[in-house]
Each structure stands twice: as structure tokens, then as C-alpha cells.
């Protein structure tokens, strides 16, 4: 079954510090994993995008790694701000199709 | 280029009521999405279509949720009658089906929060 888990369920932070968010799918066979921010009450918006050929790749403070061999996917937030609150949101889509499966989110509450 | 633009941002509706959500995906997508984000929770897809064409509604709940795209651009939801767990963000996303495009182009709209009193 594909599924995509996602840890820790919540974390808190204070400002500046840096974090990392796990990811761990068994969609098969891959096509593409992406983080999402989600604010509040608002709709998910891209941070990365990874394919089965890249390893890393960063998006300003947030750097996200890609284990294919593993199935594991890490987002790491370097000196983390007040405006980094949010729910992160790991996505990985299957090959062939256009259906995206869900994490359920890690909730970031950064503390001044 | 435009994102994809949904309305109300905000509805609050009485049990057994109805209501319905408005999604205008990015011009060009082949493909529109519908998901439920329950406070907490991942989205939920409740359909997928491509075009005017359903390929995917295998978690919505038929018997009060009805969606469509007549012409292959915008669509809506619509709940009949309402229930209070039925209270959530209510998602569109639309990507188009090819090429680099298929991979960079997914995109969210902004909700619209739905609450059932």
C-alpha cells in the first residue's frame, strides 16, 4: 500500500535554531517527492521538488535530502524564524500517475 | 501567471444545509483536484479530473458530495446536505499533464474553510 509517514508529529523550536522533519514512503515506484508549507487556514505551497536522480536540493533556508534506496526524505530548516510556523507536508507521487499521496504533516511552532 | 483561484475563503453554514465551493484552476491544466484537510490532518482527495472527465472519486462520499467541470476548466463542489463533520478546508489544485510541466506545475489553491454549525 502507498503510504508516506511523517515525523515528528509536532515540534517546537526557538528562533534561530536549526530542525530537521523526516519523511519515509513506500510509494512505489516513484516518481517525485515534494515539501509543502502550509500556513494556517491556508493552502500548501511548494518548497522542493525532488526526483529519483537528485539528492538534494535547497530552496533558501530549507534543504531537503532524497534517499531513493531507502525511501527516506528529510527537510532541514536552517536558523529557523517566527514565520517558519507552519505544518510541513510531505507529498510523493507514484510513476504513471497524477495521484499525489499525503503525509500528515509535521506542525513547526518556532518560539521568539 | 495566475494561481488557481477558489471562492468563498470562508463559509459558515448550518447542519443540513447546503453549500457549494468554486475552484478556477491555472489556465492550460488538464488536471483539477478536490481535497479535504480535516483541522490537523493531510488532504484527503475526493476527486481527481482530467478534463471534464472524473478519473478518481473513490473517497467522496456520493450520497451528499457532487462535483463537476462541465467544459474542462473551473468546477465545483457541493454539499448536500451538510453535515458537522464535513467541517475542514476544502482544497483545489490543478497541474497540467505533460512534460516538465507535469512535475513543477502542481499547485494549490488557497481553500476555502468550510464550518457546519
Known amino acids: 500500500k502507498n503510504q508516506v509517514e511523517q515525523s515528528p508529529q509536532s515540534l517546537i523550536i526557538l528562533e534561530g535554531k536549526n530542525c530537521t522533519l523526516q519523511?519515509?514512503?513506500?510509494?512505489?515506484?516513484?516518481?517525485?517527492l515534494r515539501w509543502y508549507k502550509q500556513d494556517t487556514g491556508r493552502g500548501p505551497v511548494s518548497l522542493t521538488i525532488m526526483t529519483f536522480s537528485e539528492n538534494t536540493k535547497s530552496n533558501g533556508r530549507y534543504t531537503a535530502t532524497l534517499d531513493a534506496d531507502t525511501k527516506q526524505s528529510s527537510l532541514h530548516i536552517t536558523a529557523s524564524q517566527l514565520s517558519d510556523s507552519a505544518s510541513y507536508i510531505c507529498?510523493?507521487?507514484?510513476?504513471?500517475?497524477?495521484?499525489?499521496?499525503f503525509g500528515t504533516g509535521t506542525r513547526l511552532k518556532v518560539l521568539a | 501567471e495566475a494561481g488557481v483561484a477558489q471562492s468563498p475563503r470562508y463559509k459558515i453554514i448550518e447542519k443540513r444545509q447546503s453549500v457549494a465551493f468554486w475552484c478556477n484552476p491555472i489556465s492550460g491544466h488538464a488536471t483539477l483536484y478536490w481535497y479535504q484537510q480535516i483541522l490537523g490532518q493531510g488532504p484527503k482527495l475526493l476527486i481527481q479530473?482530467?478534463?471534464?472527465?472524473?478519473?478518481?472519486d473513490s473517497q467522496l462520499p456520493k450520497d451528499r458530495f457532487s462535483a463537476e467541470r462541465l467544459k474542462g476548466v473551473d468546477s465545483t463542489l457541493k454539499i448536500q446536505p451538510a453535515k458537522l463533520e464535513d467541517s475542514a478546508v476544502y482544497l483545489c489544485a490543478s497541474s497540467p499533464t505533460s512534460g516538465t510541466g507535469g512535475l513543477y506545475g502542481y499547485t494549490f489553491g488557497s481553500g476555502t474553510r468550510l464550518t457546519v454549525v
Open positions: 507529498v510523493v507521487r507514484a510513476s504513471g500517475t497524477y495521484k499525489y499521496i
Open positions: 519523511c519515509n514512503y513506500t510509494v512505489s515506484p516513484f516518481s517525485n
Open positions: 479530473f482530467q478534463n471534464n472527465g472524473v478519473v478518481d
